[in-house]
Structures are given as C-alpha cells and as structure tokens.
C-alpha cells in the first residue's frame, strides 16, 4: 500500500472535526498546561479515500510531556465504535504536544508499536498553534513508516465550545506529586517541583555551593548558581511555547560558550529535541543539575 502523492489514498478531515481536536489540546494546555491525547476513526469514502473523523478524548493523567489513557476506557472506546460502525473500523491515535512544537518523541514512536498487529496504522500529533504531523504506519508485509498531509477542509473558525472545555476538566487529571516547594521566577511563574532532594522549583535559591580547595579547580558559585536559573528559564521558555528547540539549543549553546570562556569546569547539556521535550514538562520531576555536565570533583562539592 503506498500513501506518496499522487499514489494510493489521501486523508481527509473536516475543519470542524479538525478544530474539536485543536479545541481539546487548548482547553488541556489552559487548564493543566499539559497534553491530552484520544482516537478518531478512519472510513472509506466512495473514491477508496480515508476520512477522519469523530475526536474524542477518554479518562487518562496528562503531564506536560505525557498522555497516559485508561486501558479500560480505551476498550469501551473499541467496543463502542465497533458496534456503532462495523468491525471494519480503523481508529487513529491523536494527541497534542501543548504549545511545544509538533514531532514524534521516542514515547510517541514506542506507542506507536503497540499497533502493529494490523497491515497499516494512523497517528496525529498537533499543538495549539496548529502545527501537525500525521504518520501512516504500514505493518505488513513490510514495515514502513511516512509523513503525509492531512488535508483539512475549510471552514469558519469557532469559540472553544463549553462542551470541549468540560469534557478536558472531567476526563484528565494531573498526577499526585509530593511537593517540596514552590518559588517565583519574576513573578510570572508558580509551578511546584516534584523532587525529593530540591526544596524549591529552581535549583540556584536552594543549592548549597562547597567551595573547593587545594589543587581542585574552583567552582565560581554565582555562575553556577545563575546557570541552573538560565536553564530553567530557557526550558520554561520552550514549554511556554515562546522558544522553538533552535532557539533552546542557540541559547544554551551561547551560555555554554561564556562558561567555557570564564574555564569552568561545567557547562550545559546539549540536548536533542526529542530528549528536552521527555525532560522538561512541567510534571516530569527532574532535577535542573541533570541539565548540567558536571566532572566527578564538582558533583561532590555540590549539595542539594
């Protein structure tokens, strides 16, 4: 089966059902800042074509880096569209990546293995500037995977309907995190760090800096101190949608440059996208000093 233009079948959606799933990756990012991921259903039209249709969200925990759906509402999901629409029925995963850009993570890929039982799949990942990517996934005889357009068609754009806002605050809910502490970056943001070891969100107001003596290299405590502050701005800056990953990694490529020339013996970790968007959601738990690139000497002069 080939999905290239001008080959085989393309893939529609109305710009209403297109706008209900834009709809629900707003309402998740305005209420929880996170994700939110559900199915669709692929049909045959009259011309072989596929049309897309019917977005819906199910109960799950969202984070700002993961959607994690309940394997029993997925089944009733399954049993439901089979008795509405014939055992012939294709389902297409989507979820959204809040207002971080559209990409497939490893998570995403790893999902997608989960539906290799069939001879071909369909997956949508979006963000609420509507950026997307849509795969179709073949599975048998061979195994392929590729990028197509997904052609929406058009219409008036709407309000976020009551309905979609609703379903988002009933079906998703935040994981329970233990709370050490929360701090204030100028005053624009109040998020609660899930770390046993940190007793504030951003690492520079509570780390305990040991200065170094003898023949170890001395670690210029302030520098460190406002590295750890830089990282987790920059990474606030990506979730917030406000830095694409170019930006994040020319930002701390630049940071890195200034340590290297002030010769310290730490700098930052250059990350690749897939790698920032599993580490820095807002729920994820990680530690800021997992960002940094520290040698063995300084790891142990440095208290959390």
Not at 41 to 66: H, R, Y
Not at 94 to 113: G, K, L, V
């Amino acid at each position: 089966m080939h999905f290239r233009k001008g080959e085989g079948m393309d893939f529609y959606i109305s710009q209403k059902d297109w706008k209900k799933v834009i709809d629900y990756a707003q309402a998740s990012y305005d209420q929880f800042k996170s994700e939110v991921g559900g199915f669709m259903i692929a049909m045959p039209d009259k011309d072989g074509n596929m049309i897309i249709s019917e977005p819906e969200i199910l109960k799950q925990e969202v984070t700002g880096g993961t959607t994690e759906m309940d394997k029993d509402a997925v089944a009733d999901y399954y049993v439901k569209c089979a008795e509405k629409h014939g055992a012939g029925v294709r389902f297409v995963w989507w979820h959204s990546h809040a207002n971080m850009d559209a990409f497939w993570s490893s998570t995403d890929t790893n999902t997608m293995e989960e539906y290799s039982s069939g001879d071909w799949s369909a997956f949508l990942v979006v963000n609420i500037r509507q950026a997307y990517k849509f795969r179709v996934s073949v599975w048998n005889p061979i195994k392929a995977h590729e990028d197509i357009e997904l052609k929406i068609l058009d219409a008036k754009p709407k309000k976020l309907p009551k309905g979609v806002v609703d379903a988002v605050s009933k079906l998703c809910s935040k994981p329970e995190l233990t709370t050490n502490g929360i701090t204030h970056w100028n005053g624009s943001y109040n998020r609660s760090w899930a770390n046993p070891k940190q007793t504030s969100l951003y690492g520079g107001s509570s780390l305990d800096f040991t200065k170094k003596t003898g023949d170890d290299i001395d670690i210029d405590e302030p520098l460190l101190s406002a590295t750890v502050d830089v990282v987790d701005e920059f990474n606030s800056l990506y979730t917030e949608g406000e830095f694409t990953f170019k930006d994040w990694l020319k930002s701390i490529k630049s940071w890195n440059a200034i340590l290297k020339n002030k010769k310290q013996s730490f700098n930052i970790v250059e990350l690749t996208e897939n790698e920032l968007h599993e580490k820095c959601g807002y729920y994820t738990g990680y530690d800021t000093l997992d960002f940094l690139n520290l040698g063995e000497k300084d790891e142990k002069n440095i208290k959390v």
